[in-house]
């Protein structure tokens, strides 16, 4: 596995990525890539897999006009 090295970060973040870490019982190094998988993938997905299959699915449809749900829920909330 690769290893990621992150110079220069600011002490206050450190501090910040420490607690979290201990809040959530990891260590600081799980919890590092918690957030990385956190930020990048969608159940295990990378994000531009994601959004390219959802675009492949919904390829040739066309949304409806929300003109009129827009006008019948603001005309019957009140």
């Known amino acids: 596995m690769a290893q990621l090295l992150v110079r220069d970060l600011d002490d206050m973040l450190v501090r910040l990525l420490r607690q ?8 600081a190094e799980a919890e590092h890539r918690a957030i990385l998988e956190q930020a990048l993938l969608i159940n295990g997905e990378p994000f531009w897999d994601v959004a390219k299959r959802l675009r492949d699915e919904t390829a040739g449809h066309t949304a409806s006009d929300s003109t009129e749900i827009v006008r ?3 005309d019957t909330r009140f």
């Open 20 to 27: 979290r870490a201990a809040v959530n019982n990891r260590s």
């Open 72 to 74: 019948h829920y603001r």
